[in-house]
Every structure is written in C-alpha cells, then in structure tokens.
C-alpha cells in the first residue's frame, strides 16, 4: 500500500467502496485523522463536484485506492493542472469474485 | 534539455526565453516530469523509442499571446503542436505528430464567452471543456443542451475540429457540422475570423454559417493551417420530452429493410436521436449501452445459442434464425429516440411504426418516456450524453471485470466509414472479418455492427488494444495499417485516426494520383512556410520534412 508521507498536506483519500481492500485503505486513513471521499467506480461527481474547483484552487495532494481506470480518469484530469501522480503502486486482482486489480496512488504537484 | 529536431541549443534557448517573456517562467514546460504529462495514454509505441514525445510545452492565456509565440517560434523555425486540453485518448491524446514539437497548449484560454438561450449558441474559447460548458449553462439555469461525446471530458473545440461526434439529436451530433463561426491565428500570427465574423462588429457570426465567398471553416479541422482560438457551436433547445423506442426483426434478411427504414425515418427529421441498432441474438449490445454491459456484463443466453452463434457465418445459419423465432430472441433490434413536444414524439413514434411494420413481424415497444429536464437522481440510470450531460462513465471500458479479466493499457480506435445499407455491414463484416483472422487482430471477431453517429453513412468504432508488450502492439500496428489498406480497396476510409496511423489512412484517400494531398500541401506551402504549425498533423508535412517520415 502506497505510504503517505506525514510531510505530506493531503486533501483528501479517495476509496473505491466496492471493494475490501480499498475500504481498508479508507479506514486506516480515517484513523489517521484524514478526509476521505467515496467512489464507486465512476469518478465524474467527485471530479466535477470536489476535486476540480480544489486543484484550480491550488489544492494539497490526494491519495487513494481505486481501480486503474479510475486511476486513469484522475490522472488525466491532474494534468489539467500540471499536477501528476507521484506514487502508485499496483495490486494484482485477488481470487475469482473478490477484489479487481487495484492500485494506490498520490497525486500531486 | 530536449531539443526539436533541426534546431539548435542555442536557437531553442533563446526560443524558450522569449516564450516565457510572452506567458511567464510558469507556463513554459521542459523538465522531463513535466514533459511527461503530454505523452499519449493509449500510445501504440508505448515504452518504445518511437513513441512521439515533446521537447517543450508552452501554455498561453489569450489570443495575443498565441500570436506571440506563433511569430517567435517562426524566427527560430520552432515546430509547434497545438492541443486544446490533449483527451482524445485512442486518437493520439496530447502527444505531437511530429516527435519533438513543442506542445502549444491551449488549456489555460478557458473563457465562456457567450450563451445564448434566446437564440440557442455559444461561443467558446480552446480550454473550455464539455463539463465546463455543461456546469455553466446549469449554474445558469439556460434551457439549452450541449451535445458531448463519451467521455466528456475534452474540449469543445478540440473535438469539433478532431470531427469528433455525440449523440443527442442528429443536427448536433456532428460536432463541426454545429459549429458557426472561427477564430484562427494563422501561422504567420495574424488573425483570422471566419463567417460573418469576418465583418467588424458583427451581430451574426454564431447565427450564419456560411457567411459570403468561400467557407474556409474546413481546412481548420484536421488540419494544421492555423490555431483556432475562439468557436462558436449551435446548441439544442431543451427538449419538453424524451422517448426512446425499440424495433425488434426477427429475420437475417430483416437488415436490409432495417437500414432503409431507418433512413427514411432519420433523413426525414422522423426520428433525430442516436439510433441505435443491435442483434440480441449475436448478443451485440447497442453502443449506447456499452458502458452497461462492462459493468454488468452480457446478457443472458442459453449454451444453445451460443453453439449456434459461434457456428454461424457472418451472423448467420438457417439453425440460428429457426432458433430466433422459436425462442422470440430479435435478430436485429433498432433503439430510436424522439426529443420534443410529448404529443409531438408520440405522432413520430406511430408514423415510425407504420413504416416499419411494413417488414413482416416487426414488434414494437416503448422503452423510456419521460418528461424533461430529468430528475438529476436518475441521470445514472441513463446513457447520460443522450441528454447532453457529459460523463466519464465510458471509462469502464476496458476494465477489469468478469467479463474482460485482462484488460488493455489503452485502445487505438479503428473506425472505418461505410455505406448506410444492410449489405454495406455484412459486406465490411466478411471483408474485415477474414482479414483480421488472417492478421490474427482480435476485431470482428463474430459479427460487428456499426454506429450511426452521422446521418447517411455507418461508421464502425472498434477498439485494438494497446499492451504492456512491445511485440505484440507491433503486431497489432501492422494488423490495424493492413486493414486500413484494405478498407481503401473497398471503397471504405477511416474518418479520424491517431497520428501514427495518419499517414497510413490518408494514402487511401488517393483519387488522381493523391490530388487531396497535394492540394493540401499547396496550401500548406502557401499558408505556413516555415512549417511551424503542427507538422505532420493528418499526414500534412511541411516541405523541408515531406517523405522524410515513416
């Protein structure tokens, strides 16, 4: 699971609730005292609604778990505003009918 | 620092120190990581050597500064790549045709000028995205819709002059179609207004297209003659209703009198939404729906019909058709939409079943109606770009799921267009079908039905995938140019396409010894001499780099 930095201001943690690892991850960043925000699967309100106005804004970082195509859609909206994902690290599909392929993630400047 | 190719480190310096004088040291971009934002997602050269990647990015704000970097470039002969905001993912992203470019990029020049509800356009400028315009016409309250592609998230103008399409009603599908006016920096840096905004203070430039003497707007999509800096597009009323309704045929040989039908439904102003035609009995779901069948898979069919399925040829074997009229399953199913007056709609959906009941056993039902503007809560029960709110919901695409446990880097569309007749698709069906097992490229695998994003012709949009494996996306590049060959000798070309297949592509439009080519390199010499702007965009190469390319 990608480790966010103490160092790091983090907006907040975004969490495929569909899946158990992703909410693990969600949990744990909510015992760190960190927002999160619920997908699932899709990430166009949470784009349009939040992240887009916080990124224009100058926002802090993000992190999260998600699947790779939500990955995907995030990160080619980071680069509206030159921001990029600055660690990523995959998880393979668990065994038939649990987790997808997953992958957390920071976004940043 | 990388550098254009044919350019000096010195020139290239001086080049970006009176691009950041012009835009300010931030919006000039040479770092790698930087850099590395303008590759192509879906790259068929992905991790490759030949992958096109820029050697700069230069980000202005405003039509002036556009201007000043288009005359500071042309000093230090600087090759320019211009992208709105680079989302055309499958048709080459943001990455430059000509490796090394330096990116123009357009996003930051994100203004709304104008919306008219009274008289239904808008006026935008590059940067302003379909959820932009979709957010600030909501904010507003206008009754009027966009028309967006799926997804959403691109630039108007970039996907007008990509000739991208959408799917409300026909006359706004067609995304250069509904445009009305253009504002262009030519490469030597002067501006340019097409239409009737050509006339200083003009009253009419979103309300008339054409304008007087030649019409111009053409040779700015696809195309690198000038930057377009400023575009207006025609937009829809909001509809009082909505209806979608669905024909379902029971017969093989149904398909052609399908087509016809159809037509006539559609050129006739009968029906003007997207329709929509798939075979239930093939299991080809309807493009609009696709997102669906990734996320909850395929429709349920018995392991009888998939014997006979897998048995047929070209969707076809006298077992199966018995096998369709036993169980009820459609061959063939057409979803078509009405937007309108509810009493309106309903008049077009009883003429539309008396044409169509011509066809012996044709069935009919309704499968939506409801009133307009729909309950925001809904919205996700629907294909949300037929209402004209943009998504990203497409991105399922590709997905890992039970049903696509391997899925794709990315996806290079192959989109070929066809005639708008029943044999047209069987024909391209045992063309293609046959090349691509001979190719061994994983395309019409069983049967494929095209789309009918524009009036009068289908188009086919088949996704190739990309991988993580060099090797195998050579394969697949040189499967997608053989039949994109073939396709030309049978009367068929593509209708866009990402730059590593541009030239590929345009070689089939090859009438009289290439005379389109030519033509456009003509006014490629004429128009930017230096060749500056966007070189090799769509196969147009300026002279000093032209059958330099592979």
């Not at chain 2, 990388?2 to 691009?19: I, K, M, N, Y």
């Not at chain 2, 909505?242 to 398909?255: G, N, P, Q």
């Not at chain 2, 925001?376 to 770009?385: D, R, V």
């Not at chain 2, 994003?453 to 993580?468: D, G, H, K, N, Q």
Request: aromatic share 12%.
């Amino acid at each position: 699971m990608v480790p966010i930095p103490t160092s790091l201001s983090v907006y907040k943690v975004i969490f495929d609730d569909q899946f158990s690892a992703a909410r693990a991850f969600g949990a744990s960043a909510e015992r760190n005292g960190l927002r999160t925000a619920v997908i699932r699967g899709d990430i166009t309100a949470l784009w349009l609604n939040d992240l887009k106005g916080h990124w224009q804004s100058g926002g802090a970082a993000i992190a999260g778990m998600t699947t790779p195509r939500a990955l995907l859609c995030l990160e080619q909206l980071a680069h509206d505003t030159w921001r990029r994902v600055l660690e990523r690290v995959e998880y393979p599909a668990g065994r038939a009918g649990s987790d997808p392929q997953l992958v957390s993630w920071i976004i940043g400047l | 620092m990388r550098v254009p190719p044919g350019v000096s480190v010195d020139d290239f310096s001086s080049a970006l120190t009176e691009f950041r004088r012009v835009v300010g040291d931030e919006w000039v971009f040479t770092s790698d990581e930087d850099l590395d934002l303008y590759r192509d997602a879906y790259s068929p050269f992905l991790n490759e050597p030949e992958e096109r990647m820029a050697s700069g990015a230069v980000a202005p704000v405003s039509t002036e500064e556009v201007q000043q970097i288009v005359r500071i470039a042309n000093r230090y002969r600087i090759p320019l790549y211009t992208i709105s905001t680079g989302k055309n993912l499958g048709y080459g992203g943001s990455a430059p045709a000509y490796s090394g470019s330096v990116v123009l990029d357009l996003k930051r020049m994100n203004r709304i000028l104008e919306v008219s509800e009274a008289n239904a356009y808008a006026l935008v400028e590059p940067g302003v995205s379909y959820f932009d315009l979709y957010r600030y016409i909501q904010e507003r309250k206008l009754k009027v819709w966009i028309d967006c592609p799926d997804p959403g998230w691109g630039s108007v103008i970039g996907n007008a002059i990509d000739r991208g399409g959408g799917y409300t009603a026909a006359n706004y599908r067609n995304h250069f179609d509904a445009h009305c006016g253009m504002e262009i920096v030519l490469p030597n840096g002067e501006l340019l207004r097409t239409g009737m905004g050509a006339i200083p203070e003009a009253q009419t430039w979103q309300q008339f297209k054409s304008a007087c003497g030649p019409w111009i707007d053409g040779i700015f999509s696809q195309s690198n003659y000038g930057i377009v800096t400023k575009m207006g597009f025609w937009l829809m009323p909001q509809p009082e209703a909505y209806m979608r309704c669905a024909v379902s045929l029971s017969r093989y040989a149904d398909l052609n009198p399908l087509v016809e039908t159809l037509n006539y439904l559609e050129n006739s102003r009968i029906t003007q939404g997207f329709p929509d035609i798939s075979s239930p009995l093939l299991g080809y779901g309807p493009i609009g729906q696709i997102q669906l069948f990734f996320e909850r898979g395929p429709g349920k069919s018995s392991p009888e019909q998939q014997k006979l399925v897998s048995e047929a040829t070209l969707g076809f074997s006298p077992e199966l058709e018995a096998y369709a009229v036993k169980s009820g399953t459609a061959y063939w199913e057409v979803l078509l939409s009405y937007y309108g007056p509810m009493e309106v709609i309903e008049a077009q959906w009883r003429a539309t079943q008396r044409h169509f009941s011509a066809i012996q056993g044709a069935k009919f039902r309704i499968v939506d109606r409801v009133t307009l503007p729909l309950d925001p809560a809904k919205i996700e029960s629907y294909h949300e770009p037929e209402f004209g709110v943009p998504s990203l919901r497409a991105f399922s695409i590709g997905a890992r799921t039970p049903w696509t446990p391997t899925p794709s880097k990315g996806h290079m569309w192959f989109s070929p267009i066809i005639p708008r007749t029943g044999e047209a698709i069987i024909e391209a069906n045992r063309v293609f079908g046959a090349a691509a097992r001979q190719l061994d490229m994983p395309l019409f695998q069983t049967f494929s039905l095209p789309a009918c994003y524009w009036e009068r012709s289908f188009i086919f949009i088949l996704a190739t995938p990309v991988t993580e494996d060099p090797a195998t996306n050579r394969h697949y590049r040189e499967g997608f140019k053989k039949l994109i060959e073939i396709g030309g000798q049978h009367g068929w070309g593509e209708y866009r396409t990402a730059p590593v297949f541009q030239q590929a592509v345009t070689d089939v439009y090859s009438f009289n010894n290439h005379a389109l080519r030519g033509f456009h390199e003509t006014l490629k010499d004429a128009i930017d001499p230096n060749g500056i702007l966007s070189a090799g965009r769509y196969a147009i190469w300026p002279k000093h780099l032209r059958g330099k390319q592979s």
